[in-house]
């Protein structure tokens, strides 16, 4: 609905209530060129918006209903709302509250909707300061139930789930990586979670957590030590090859081809419901799995629910602690993955956790088409890119070819890419690819 304010300096109740009618849809926001972050989500069902970040404050007072529209907010309540939800709560402690001048912000905001986009200039006025600004809103199809009320803690070791949760521990597991002695540190072990999205072999961690891999990040092909754990603890070496990556959404997608999966998860890309549930490997949770064997990092699930935005993220009650990293984030029945976890809101954490902050899938599929390797035609549309690279003799169909191989935002059949750079038998070509590849990225 529309809202008039009158009164410049009485702000508008809608906008300082911590009450949600959900679900909300959720929007891509492109910021503009003075903003330092390019890119955050933001939540809206007409009466409430949720930001994914505060600070800038025309934005924080927008509504996206088509023609003009005005809303006031008061400024330090409304960065507490948000800073809270940002950290998978609903109130700010009183000891960590941002403090500022609690003025009344009016925001005039004036929509124009394009297919698939919206645009948005929005005029700010903080006690005569006018601040003006536009913005592209992207509609990812996505949405969230934000949940009114959120949990405390609520972990529960694999013993202490029914036997239908018991059966999602086959499509979790457990990433060890060795840090090498570099000098500096004296090296060791670091773990994190993945999971499985097919059952051809295809699976997700969190890019933090594959950073640790180096010879996957360097040569796009590896062997992986990963461990499965519910009454015992099982290690397979599994031979992977990385299909892409992104460090703004955190995540990794490998192919592994020897291991028969068991369970897998399929993609939800379309809603959040409130009831969500994640299980993972969070290095505060040990056991021993062998009498007299060392303890090691237990499988460990956990209930919660979206609370708000973060960046990219959505933040949840869904508490967690490191090695948790990569966790599929998964509907209550444990059918569908919604995200990947891959952090934890330090700010307002316990002893028993922090509340987790994950990316969801429908960002990941909307900028890398994940679902487009499960049947194979992402693979296809590169094979036949590759196979015109190597049959083109003219530099500027390779260039073509080449623009459409990094759109694909993907490393497969990236080692071919290598094999051409220097064996293409066209020189321009064999330098093209060269500077192609020392400069590629899969990220956005």
Known sequence: MNLTIILPFISVLLLSSNVFAAPMDIYLVERDSTQKTSYQLFGSNGD???????????LLGVCLEEGECSRTYMLEDEFNRIYALMNGTH???????????????????????????IKIKAESNLIGSITKKSYDFKDIKLQIDFAAKNKGPQRLDYDQVSPALKDLSLGVFQIVVQVDDDGLSAGGVFSGTGFFIDQQGYAMTNLHVADGLKKCIREKVCEIDVYFKDTTSRKEV????????????????????????????????KAISQNLLTLGYPGDKRKRFIEGADEETSLTYAIGS??????LGVSTSLFIAGGASG?????????????????????????????????????????????????DRK?????????????TEDASEAEKLIRAYAAEKSYYNYNQLEVLSYAHPTKAIRQQMFLFLKNFKTDF
């Open 48 to 58: 409430q918006t949720i930001a994914g970040g505060i600070g800038d404050i025309p």
């Open 91 to 117: 109130e700010v402690p009183k000891e960590s509250r941002i403090k500022t001048d609690n003025w009344p912000v009016t925001v005039k905001s004036q929509v124009e909707k394009e297919s698939g986009s």
């Open 238 to 269: 599994i031979n992977a090859d990385l299909l892409t990556c992104s460090s703004q959404l955190d995540f990794c997608l490998f192919k592994f081809s020897n291991y028969p999966v068991q369970k897998y998860f399929e993609l939800e890309t």
């Open 306 to 311: 979206p609370i708000g935005l973060h960046g």
């Open 327 to 375: 966790s599929p984030v998964l509907d209550e029945k444990g059918e569908k993955v919604v995200g990947i976890l891959s952090n934890g809101a330090t700010t307002f954490g316990s002893p028993d956790g922090d509340p987790g902050i994950f990316r969801p899938m429908a960002m990941i599929e909307r900028m890398y088409r994940i679902s487009e390797y499960l049947d």
């Open 379 to 391: 693979q296809n549309r590169i094979d036949a890119i590759i196979d015109g690279l190597n049959y």
